[in-house]
């Protein structure tokens, strides 16, 4: 055992694999226990896999989602072995926890519909994990309340090239068909099948194997609602299967009885916007809107539904409103209903991330200096600055577009401000909050 890996003094070994091997280690600068992933000395002098490796870190990285096992240091022994220094996870594995069985079926939807989120994360992010299995799935403790993280993206591929791929991946029980077929094409529906794989070992003590049978079968207490929405997922055929994780990840939270989660998510074919939290109910035409006192001119202002908070915006962006509040445990803080509202020339459109015209959402908070902003995987981060009560981060040349976001923290107020060629008017926009 090595007494030191940079500059962290090693613990104990937590597990070995083919490829790496994983050691809890104490960060005694910053007084934290960390795992350290250390690829193996075979396979350390191998391009292919030394970049697979670095890879893996950079996902995790770019990701950045409390579902995912979080990356916070990357180095190279001094015998050229490379390391990933990442969250250690307390909790264990869910390979683990199945060796005594199956789980209580409600746990178990539960876990299925955190997993479900985490790879919505991942999706989110741009990438297909293709090797998600009970011992990728770790639990670990986040201010306080044990999460679901996934973990290992050694396989791990870009969504936009997934049509390419050549090379069969995967672990037998848990691969969609499609996995075992090279060149056939996979997108987000194959770590679909691997979620519902994993659901149904929860359920059932065992991953399916061959001719799927439906858990009830293998279970009392399973629902035939379970048993649709596992057999849905585990469709050979994945035009049958749900068609992203969120959706799954919505099914699974609703039959658990976690009907909020459902509610509150934020819309996952918006990627990283927020606005889709504001709840559909509170639409509004906003055509001919007139300015209000203290407005800019030439620009509006709209209230949220409870008449908690009030912003401007540029005539041009007034077409619909949403305004019926919205949950900040998107940004990392407790659940709760707090006033929001969301405004756009169309709030559809709006809500695609890299296409769709300008707009923004505001929603009111407590405790938004602890919030995990949004990140935007296809844009460069340009800027961050301070302002009174909190900054302002700047993401630019977004998808090789004229799309930047504004991701802001002023006081108690949080606003994700989206801008297509034009001058900048976050500040404006700011300024013109009254709350």
Known sequence: MPAKIGRYRVERRLGAGAFATVWLAEDDVLESWVAIKVLADNWAHQADVRARFEQEAQVLRRADSERLVRIHDYGELPDGRPYQVMTYADGGTLAERLETGPMPV?????????????????????????????????????????????????????????????????????????????????????????????????????????TTVAPSKLRAGVSPTVDRIVLRALAADRDRRWPTAAALADALDEVAGAPARRRNRALHLAGRTIGALVAAAGLVLLGGALPARGTPAGWVRVADATGSFSIAVPSAWAGQARRSGWDPAAVGLPPANRPGLAVAGDLTSWGEEYTGGPGIFAGLADGLDRAVLPTHSRCTRWSVRPIPGGQITHWAGCADTGISYSEVVAGGVYLQIKQVGEADRTEEIVRAVYS
């Not at 989120?117 to 670990?140: Q, W």
């Not at 050694?154 to 037998?172: C, E, R």
């Not at 691969?175 to 070992?201: N, Y």
């Open 106 to 210: 409600r746990s178990a939807l539960r876990t299925a519909a955190d997993i479900a989120r985490a790879t919505a994360d991942l999706h989110d992010a741009g990438v297909l994990h293709r090797d998600l299995k009970p011992s990728n799935v770790l639990f670990g403790t986040v201010r306080g309340v044990e999460r679901v993280l996934v973990a290992d993206l050694g396989l791990a591929k870009s969504i936009a090239f997934a049509s390419g791929f050549t090379v069969v991946a995967g672990t037998p029980g848990y691969m969609a068909p499609e996995q075992a077929q090279p060149g056939g094409g996979l997108d987000v529906r194959a770590d679909v099948h691997a979620i519902g794989a994993m659901t149904f070992q929860m359920l059932t003590a065992a991953p399916p194997r061959g």
